[in-house]
């Protein structure tokens, strides 16, 4: 019975090494077209198109040097930094007190505060609705407008107050008898033990307003405002419709490979990010998303 048992573990663990394999080949095959389009010279392009693979030898870098040199790309770049820093602030100092004080089950009117929380989880107000808010409030270009619809995951939200909710409350009992209120409570007792939770829900907000494209698009129209999502589609649509004229004859990149290169750039943060938390991420999400 134990050499079966033993032998039944061996056949699943290698199922699973092969079934993880295969999805790791599905992710990664795509991404190394992307960094070979990317860095592919526009002769051996024109040529032969994309090859699977391009000897280092040959990678160029043009298509990096036409988007960064654009003119207004260091001012994009800083708007995105700025959005995302403002984004990650104001979101996370929404959503931690709301998270908590949710965790708290002696919170007077805590389940219609919780009902009204998850209305707007399944029932979105629309476009339109939002659209004539945000200029009823004077906000067009301005960086609110990308900042404060968006401002309060439900989501986040939840998987927070289930982390909150798993920590002993003994610890927050003790707190309250030397005197402590609520507000120090969660400053001084559930923040210090929450760092995989914030740092986790910290880079969900990061990437989403990094990432955020449709929401300057509409409220966003001063060139000087454009985040770089929004400033790489601009300078992408512009040379497409150029592909066919007079683009290839000044260009010393293809338009594939400007796009490659665009979605390379704005990949490059969050993956200079990720590293560092990364043994956080997989604790807060897994704490925050199972309730015991």
């Known amino acids: 019975m134990l050499q079966a048992k033993t032998r039944d573990q061996i056949f699943f663990q290698t199922g699973v090494g092969i079934f993880l394999t295969v999805i790791l080949f599905i992710i990664l095959i795509p991404f190394w077209r992307v960094i ?3 860095f592919v010279p526009l002769d051996v392009y024109t040529r032969e198109g994309v090859p699977f693979f391009l000897p280092p030898t040959e990678w160029t870098t043009e298509a990096f040097k036409q988007l960064m040199g654009h003119s207004q790309f260091p001012r994009a ?14 979101s996370m100092t929404l959503t931690v007190p709301l998270a908590y004080g949710l965790s708290t089950r002696s919170l007077p009117g805590r389940r219609i505060i919780m009902g009204l929380v998850l209305f707007t989880y399944l029932f979105s107000p629309g476009l339109i609705p939002v659209y004539l808010l945000i200029t009823g409030m004077k906000l067009t270009n301005n960086f609110l407008a990308v900042i404060l619809p968006p401002a309060v995951s439900v989501y986040n939200t939840l998987v927070m107050m289930s982390f909150f909710e798993g920590l002993p409350d ?5 707190a309250r008898l030397d005197g402590a209120n609520e507000f120090q409570v969660l400053r001084h007792v559930i923040l210090p033990l929450s760092k995989p939770i914030l ?26 405002l454009l985040p770089l999502p929004v400033l790489l589609r601009n300078i992408l649509i512009s040379s497409s419709l150029n592909e066919y004229v007079e683009y290839n004859a000044f260009s010393t990149s293809a338009v594939e490979s400007l796009k490659a290169a665009g979605v390379l750039i704005t990949m490059l943060p969050m993956l200079l990010v990720y590293p560092w938390i990364q043994r956080y991420f997989t604790k807060g999400t897994l704490v925050g998303g199972v309730k015991e």
């Open 36 to 38: 070979v389009t990317a």
């Open 77 to 90: 770049l800083w708007n995105s930094i700025v959005i995302t820093l403002m984004g990650v602030t104001i």
């Open 170 to 174: 003994d610890l927050k009992e003790a």
């Open 199 to 224: 740092l986790t829900i910290g880079l969900f907000y990061a990437v989403y307003f990094w990432n955020e494209f449709f929401t300057p698009l509409l409220y966003l129209n001063k060139n000087d």
